[in-house]
C-alpha cells in the first residue's frame, strides 16, 4: 500500500507540474499571440493603402494618373474646376497649326529650313498643277500658248512664282521681320462663316511672333518681290507694270484659296471618309 500511496503521490506531482507548466506557457505566450493579432489590422492597412505617387507599371496594386486627369492641385489652380488635356505640340518646322496642336516657338533656322521644305511638298506641287492647269485653260498670263510645250511653260513659271514667294515669306522676310507666317486652323468649333473669313484674310493679316495681330508684311513684300521677278522668265507681253500688279493680284487670291484648303481640307477629307464607310 505504501508502495502504491507513493506512486499515486509521484504520479500527482507530475501532473500537477505538467498543468503548471502548461499554465505557465499560456501566461507567457497569450500576450504575444494577442498583441500579434492586435498588429494584423495595422499592417492591413498599410498594405492597402496607395503611394502618393504611381509606382512602376507593373507593380502590383497600382494606379496610374492619366495626363487627362486633373491633380487636386491642378482643380484648386483652376478655380474647382478640372483642367482640358494639355493640347499636343506641334512640330517647330511645320507650315501648318492643326485646332488641336500647341505651336512651339521657331527659331530663325526653323523658319528658315520650313520655307525651303515648303517649296517641295506635294501640296505645294498640286498647287503648281492647278494654277497652270487654270491658266492654261483661259489662256491667261503667262502668255505661252495653248500647246503642250506651253503646257510646260506654264508649270515652271507657276513653280517658280510660288517658291520664290513662299522662300521669302518664310525663309527670309518671316526672321527678319520677327512674323509668325505658320497658318494657325480654327478648327470646327467655330462657325462656318468665321473660319471662311478667317482664312481668306490670312494673306494679308498676319501675327508676330509673339502673337500679336499685325498687316501681313512678310507675305504681302514677298508676293511683291516674287511677282517682280517674273518679267526675268514671263514671256515679253507679260513683263509690263499692269502685268506684274496682275500677278501680285493673282497670288494674293491663290493664297486666300490656298488658306480656305488648309482650314477645311480636313474636314472635306473626313466627310468624304465617313460617306465611304456607309
Do not use: C
Request: hydrophobic share 40%.
Amino acid at each position: 500500500m505504501t508502495t502504491l500511496r507513493s506512486a499515486i503521490s509521484s504520479k500527482a506531482s507530475q501532473v500537477r507540474r505538467s498543468v503548471t507548466l502548461t499554465l505557465a506557457l499560456f501566461g507567457v505566450m497569450g500576450p504575444f499571440t494577442m498583441a500579434q493579432v492586435a498588429e494584423t489590422p495595422a499592417s492591413t492597412e498599410a498594405m492597402l493603402t496607395l503611394p502618393d505617387s504611381p509606382a512602376l507599371p507593373d507593380s502590383p496594386g497600382t494606379v496610374l494618373v492619366s495626363s487627362s486627369m486633373a491633380t487636386s492641385d491642378d482643380a484648386a489652380a483652376s478655380g474647382g474646376q478640372p483642367m482640358a488635356p494639355a493640347k499636343p505640340i506641334a512640330l517647330p518646322r511645320v507650315k501648318l497649326i492643326s485646332a488641336n496642336q500647341a505651336a512651339p516657338s521657331q527659331t530663325a533656322s526653323d523658319k528658315v529650313i520650313m520655307g525651303l521644305r515648303e517649296t517641295v511638298t506635294p501640296y505645294s506641287v498640286i498647287g503648281w498643277f492647278v494654277s497652270a492647269g487654270w491658266s492654261h485653260l483661259i489662256d491667261s498670263s503667262p502668255n505661252y500658248g495653248t500647246n503642250s510645250q506651253a503646257f510646260a511653260q506654264r508649270l515652271g513659271a507657276s513653280a517658280a512664282l510660288a517658291s520664290s514667294r513662299g522662300i521669302f515669306s518664310d525663309s527670309i522676310l518671316g526672321p527678319i521681320l520677327h512674323q509668325d507666317t505658320r497658318y494657325y486652323q480654327l478648327g470646327r468649333d467655330h462657325k462656318f462663316i468665321n473660319r471662311a473669313i478667317y482664312a481668306g484674310t490670312r494673306p494679308i493679316i498676319g501675327k508676330t511672333d509673339g502673337g500679336r495681330t499685325i498687316p501681313n508684311y512678310a507675305f504681302l513684300l514677298a508676293t511683291a518681290g516674287s511677282s517682280g521677278l517674273t518679267v526675268t522668265y514671263y514671256p515679253e507681253k507679260n513683263q509690263s507694270g499692269g502685268q506684274v500688279a496682275e500677278t501680285f493680284a493673282s497670288s494674293l487670291g491663290g493664297a486666300a484659296l490656298g488658306a480656305l484648303v488648309n482650314e477645311f481640307g480636313g474636314d472635306v477629307i473626313r466627310a468624304l471618309h465617313l460617306s465611304r464607310n456607309k
